[in-house]
């Protein structure tokens, strides 16, 4: 089965400056990568994904790399804000032969934002 | 209803008892998950159905856990003789159907084993 793995664990940057969190999988067939936004006591909330036809992905500050041959896909994050301090999670689909799957989780990465 | 709901929230039970965990999915979503997720940690798969059906419980860690949904709507996550180590939050997300792959979650139960 599919497994993640998420660096770092802990990140701390100056409001204003770049945040990257990079995850690498094992499973060759999976095709979908989104990354999660969880605070405090809340639930997971999607930011951004990446399908494996695509190299690239941006939405305003946000923006998501796929590597395929090297199995890594990273998240990057531009003009930090303090609300952009939370834990986030990537995660890889497992997919059962296209017919949905589950997602399987990094370990998460906590980001600190200093004003 | 307008998200994914869980109930309870939380819930504190003794060591040995049976719990129960509802989910409440988006209308219209065939595609229901559980996970567990525990402090410090992302979340764990646990069980994924496609309608009223199982298409997936590799996750359940041994049978004390089982989980229905009977209608294919709500779910029921259910707990036997709790122990210690089941102390989590289990998160609830729900999926429009088998191609769909963005999931949305529930605020989570907080389950205590004391």
């Known amino acids: 089965g599919e497994n993640v793995e998420q660096h770092p664990s802990t990140l701390s940057v100056q409001e204003g400056d770049s945040a990257v969190i990079k995850c690498t999988y094992s499973d060759s067939a999976s095709n979908y990568f989104p990354w999660y936004k969880q605070e405090l006591g809340k639930r997971p909330q999607l930011i951004i994904d990446?399908?494996?036809?695509?190299g690239e992905k941006k939405d305003q500050r946000i923006a998501v790399t796929l590597n395929k041959t090297a199995k890594h896909f990273s998240l990057h994050i531009t003009e930090t804000q303090p609300e952009d301090s939370a834990v986030y999670f990537c995660?890889?689909?497992?997919?059962?032969?296209?017919?949905?799957?589950?997602?399987?989780f990094g370990q998460g990465t906590e980001l600190s934002v200093k004003p | 209803g307008a998200g994914v709901s869980q109930t309870p929230s939380n819930k504190v039970t003794e060591k040995g008892k049976y719990v129960e965990l509802r989910c409440d999915p988006i209308s219209g979503h065939t595609a229901l998950y559980w996970y567990r997720q525990s402090l410090g940690q992302g979340p764990e798969f646990l069980i994924y159905?496609?309608?009223?059906?199982?298409?997936?419980d590799s996750g359940l860690p041994n049978d004390r856990f089982f989980a229905v949904r009977p209608e294919g709507s709500v779910s029921t996550l259910k707990i036997q003789r709790t122990e210690r180590g089941d102390s989590a939050v289990y998160l609830c997300?729900?999926?429009?159907?088998?191609?769909?792959?963005?999931?949305?979650f529930g605020q989570g139960t907080r389950l205590t084993v004391v």
């Open positions: 995660a890889a689909l497992d997919s059962i032969y296209n017919q949905g799957g589950k997602l399987i």
């Open positions: 159905f496609q309608g009223t059906g199982a298409a997936d």
């Open positions: 997300a729900s999926a429009p159907g088998p191609s769909s792959t963005e999931a949305f």
């Open positions: 990446i399908r494996s036809n695509v």
